[in-house]
């Protein structure tokens, strides 16, 4: 078997239209929840408010991502006399959907002025939909196709969706002039995960970053080809500080959204199925989502030697032990969110595996870390 073979084995397209309205009916509840986890861990402090802030901009991006999507197949399993095709899947890994539906999506943006020069705006096919049902007596089901392809284009030509690679973009600390937050994202290919990355800098070139655009191409540059996942963050950082010997990493923060774990869309693993099967929850909150962020802080620096006269400085990066030292990072904390009844399913069967996860726990309007 092939590698590709074995990356696209477990994807599995959602052909009927019960079964695509569910996911994505379950993702907007999930990505509902996903802002005020991170705000949790803002007020835990595992999070600055710039990094905050951040994070919320690219789960924004995530979260009209996955709207446009469901425009895009709204009309699966329908007759509409096109063929539609249906949403790609990764069933085992992730959940979440294949990362040539983020690529189509993007191609599929580039185009969209034409298409929606060429399509009705919703008033007129609206007005168009009822004359079908009122005069003609039938199901309009070409117009509201046409209907929910105009709603995919218009989402994606407003922009700030989560797309396959979205460039480093940097803030100014406030009070800090030479402190700045750069952060930027993509789509996992090998996972089918969106990952958010984050550094902090502290810049001591000549000109500062946010004027100089030549060295602010290059950061940029190095950090989104160095944003692979079997990377350590003490690799990434490291090969930052020597590269940039005038921007100085002092934090760097590696969120991973997902895995996605639901008895409907995917196929169980790491005891989440015996969880799931005993929770016996109801359709839209049968569901897990996994959530992993990594942190490196620079605890000072050393002067090292730079050739026959010069010398640098270079980060130390705090390992409070072995295992930190060996994962490249100060800390690694894994969290689940759950729905209350999942939770619950978990606190009873006492899966092992997850005694050091942290539970965000969602129900009833409300959201608590269980202990």
């Known amino acids: 078997m092939t590698l590709k073979e074995d990356l696209v084995r477990d994807h599995v397209g ?12 379950k993702f ?17 402090g595992r999070l600055t408010r710039a990094e905050l802030e951040a994070v919320a901009g690219h789960l924004s991006g995530l979260n009209h991502s996955f709207r446009a999507l469901s425009h895009k197949y709204l009309m699966t399993g329908r007759d ?10 990764d069933r ?8 040539q539906e983020l690529l189509s999506m993007a191609s599929d943006a580039g185009q969209a002025t034409t298409a929606l020069a060429r399509l009705p705006d919703p008033a007129t096919l609206r007005e168009q939909m009822i004359q079908a049902i009122v005069a003609e007596r039938r199901i309009p089901t070409d117009l509201q196709y046409a209907m929910s392809q105009r709603l995919y284009f218009d989402e994606l030509q407003q922009g700030d969706l989560f797309w396959p690679r979205n460039d ?23 996972r ?12 001591s070139g000549a000109s500062g970053l946010p004027s100089d655009f030549a060295r602010m191409a290059r950061v940029s540059g190095h950090l989104m080809a160095q944003a692979l996942p079997e990377l350590k963050l003490s690799t990434v950082a490291s090969g930052f500080d020597t590269d ?3 921007v100085h990493p002092k934090r760097l923060l590696r969120l991973t959204v997902g895995p996605m774990y639901s008895s409907a869309f995917t196929q169980q693993t790491e005891g989440l199925g015996e969880v799931l099967v005993a929770a016996r929850a109801p359709a839209g909150e ?3 989502l996994a959530w992993t962020l990594e942190t490196l802080v620079s605890r000072g620096t050393e002067r090292m030697r730079s050739g026959w006269f010069g010398s640098v400085e270079r980060q130390i990066w705090d390992f409070p032990d072995l295992a930190a030292a060996q994962a490249g990072a100060t800390q690694t904390e894994r969290a689940a969110i759950l729905p209350k009844r999942v939770y619950q399913a978990l606190a009873e069967t006492r899966v092992a595996g997850f005694s050091d996860v942290v539970k965000y726990v969602v129900g009833g309007g409300r959201l608590w870390r269980a202990e």
């Open 92 to 99: 085992r890994a992730s959940g979440f959907p294949v990362l």
């Open 28 to 44: 907007e509840t999930i990505l509902e929840h996903l802002p005020r986890i991170a705000g949790e861990m803002e007020r835990d």
């Open 80 to 89: 509409t006399g096109v063929f539609l095709g249906s949403l790609m899947v």
């Open 286 to 288: 049968d569901w897990a």
């Open 192 to 203: 089918n995960l969106p990952v958010i990355w984050l550094m902090e800098v502290e810049d």
């Open 168 to 190: 480093v973009r940097m803030v100014l600390l406030p009070g800090e002039p030479e402190r700045h937050l750069l952060h930027w994202s993509v789509w996992d290919g090998r």
């Open 244 to 246: 940039f010997p005038d």
């Open 14 to 25: 959602l052909q009927e239209n019960r079964q695509a309205r569910r996911y994505f009916a």
